[in-house]
C-alpha cells in the first residue's frame, strides 16, 4: 500500500507558475505509476498528467501539454508537477494518485488508479 500527499497549491496570476508535489509513503514507490488528476467546481475530474514507473513514459492532457511538466525522483519517494503558463481555467483541486503497475504506460483513466492524495487547491486569477 501508499499514501499519497500533495502540496504546493496556492494562489497565482494568469500566466504564473506553480510546481506541486505529492509524497508518497512506502518502500516500494519505485513500482507505482503516478497520475495527476483535477476537478473544478461543478465539473467531474479530469485527467492531467501521468508518468510510469520508472519515469520513462509521460503522457498529458491536451489542454496542459506544453504548458505542464510530470516529473518524478524515486530516491526521495516523490513525484512533481511543473505548472507553467498558468491559465484561469487550471483552477481546480489537484489530486496525485498511485497504482501499482510495471508496464511502461502509465494508466490516464482516473479508474485506473488505486490510491489517492486529499488534493490541493489550485487558483489562478485573471
Known amino acids: 500500500q501508499v499514501q499519497v500527499v500533495e502540496s504546493g497549491g496556492g494562489l497565482v496570476q494568469a500566466g504564473g507558475s506553480l510546481r506541486l508535489s505529492c509524497a508518497a509513503s512506502g518502500r516500494t514507490f519505485s513500482r507505482y505509476a503516478m497520475g495527476w488528476f483535477r476537478q473544478a467546481p461543478g465539473k467531474e475530474r479530469e485527467f492531467v498528467a501521468a508518468?510510469?514507473?520508472?519515469?520513462?513514459?509521460?503522457y498529458y492532457a491536451r489542454s496542459v501539454k506544453g504548458r505542464f511538466t510530470i516529473s518524478r525522483d524515486n530516491a526521495k519517494n516523490t513525484v512533481y508537477l511543473q505548472m507553467n503558463s498558468l491559465k484561469p481555467e487550471d483552477t481546480a483541486v489537484y489530486y496525485c494518485?498511485?497504482?501499482?503497475?510495471?508496464?511502461?504506460?502509465?494508466?490516464?483513466?482516473?479508474?485506473?488508479?488505486?490510491?489517492w492524495g486529499q488534493g490541493t487547491q489550485v487558483t489562478v486569477s485573471s
Open positions: 494518485a498511485a497504482r501499482e503497475s510495471s508496464t511502461v504506460v502509465p494508466p490516464r483513466s482516473g479508474n485506473e488508479y488505486n490510491y
Open positions: 508518468i510510469s514507473w520508472s519515469g520513462s513514459s509521460t
